[in-house]
Structure formats: C-alpha cells, structure tokens
T-cell receptor, first 114, second 113 residues
C-alpha cells in the first residue's frame, strides 16, 4: 500500500539554526500539507501546497517557514531560524484532492530545538 | 468557519467496557469526517471515516455515524481492550478548496486490565 514517508524521524537542532524536514508524498496525489503537533496538544494545520504553490497557510506559518517541492517527488518544510517553541511533531500529508478528501499522513518528524 | 469539538479527556475505562467519545463539528458545506488514533510515540493512523450524512464508518470494532442533524460523529466501541489505549482525534475535511483537515483537541483513552 502506498504511504507517505518522512525523514528524519527525529531531529535535534540548536536554536537559531535552519532545519529542513523532508517528505515523499504518494505519487499520484495532488495536494500536500504540513501539520504540527506540539507535545500533548492538538494537530494544527500549517500549510497546503498545490500546483507548485502555496494554496493556503495558517497564521502559524510565518516568514520563518517555507515549503518547496524541488524535484517532483520530495516536499520539504524549511524553518529558517528555529525557536524553542518550534519543538513539535511535524506531519506531512497528501491527498488526491478533486473530491477525494482522505489524507494520508506520514509517521512524523519530531523536532527538538535546544 | 470550520471547527471540531471533542470531549475532554482523559477517559479511563476497564477492559470490556463500552466507549463513547463525543465529537461535534461546525462546517460550511458538507465535510468528510474522520477519526484518527495516535498510539504513544507514533504517528496518526486513520481509524475510520464517513463522507456523507448517515454514513457509518467502522473499523476494528469502532464505529461512528455521520449525523448531519446534530452535526456529530461520536466514536463508539462495544468492548474496549487494553490495546485501545491511545489518543483519539476527530477531524473534518472540506470537500472543496484545499481539503485541509481541522482536528479536534484529542481525547486520551486509558483502558485498565
């Protein structure tokens, strides 16, 4: 069964450093997403990406965040200058769209900012 | 706007007890509804889904019915097991636009032997 894969599973970084979280969505899916879950809290939408551009972003997704689909298979989330409060589990997801609403989630990347 | 409200946890039950976790939603249009389960230290697993009113989603003994009249999608299981201990998230997705998910706050279930 096709699945969304995320790497790394756990990343530790120093405050102020840049991190890139990587995702490989399901190949025939058209919409890609990043969500964030701070420990013990709800899963929050960050950004959606369609047709090589951001289609929607939340207020959390400020200028320090960016997304890219550099090569037609990978989908990345970059945090330019990490803060302690960026520590969270980041989930990538994809969906076929076009009325197919079920999203497939990756296993997540746990980001720890120290 | 769209939102999901879940009952507060934690919920603690004895093995073989009946489980209900309440979920209500507010949405424009006709969303699809989902329950996800998250085991400790793991990612999100789709438990069940329903895409239109009166649909019943079911999986692994869990059930939920899409009730448009009460805007609810309550999760039920007749007899819980210790292995069901996890956090359960109710979510909705719109059927147009970006198809993003809106999640509830999650309900932690603890089942005691």
């Amino acid at each position: 069964e096709p699945e969304v894969t995320q790497t790394p599973s756990h990343q530790v970084t120093q405050m102020g450093q840049e991190v890139i979280l990587r995702c490989v969505p399901i190949s025939n899916h058209l919409y890609f997403y990043w969500y964030r879950q701070i420990l013990g809290q709800k899963v929050e939408f960050l950004v959606s990406f369609y047709n090589n551009e951001i289609s929607e972003k939340s207020e959390i997704f400020d200028d320090q965040f960016s997304v890219e689909r550099p090569d037609g298979s990978n989908f990345t989330l970059k945090i330019r200058s990490t803060k302690l409060e960026d520590s969270a589990m980041y989930f990538c997801a994809s969906t076929r769209g076009q009325g197919y609403t079920e999203a497939f989630f990756g296993q997540g990347t746990r980001l720890t900012v120290v | 706007g769209n939102s999901v409200t879940q009952m507060e946890g934690p919920v603690t039950l004895s093995e073989e007890a009946f489980l209900t976790i309440n979920c209500t939603y507010t949405a424009t249009g006709y969303p699809s509804l989902f329950w996800y389960v998250q085991y400790p230290g793991e990612g999100l697993q789709l438990l069940l889904k329903a895409t239109k009113a009166d649909d019943k989603g079911s999986n692994k003994g869990f059930e939920a019915t899409y009730r448009k009249e009460t805007t609810s999608f309550h999760l039920e299981k007749g007899s819980v097991q210790v292995s069901d201990s996890a956090v359960y998230f109710c979510a909705l997705s719109t059927t147009s636009g970006t198809y993003k998910y809106i999640f509830g706050t999650g309900t932690r279930l603890k089942v005691l032997a």
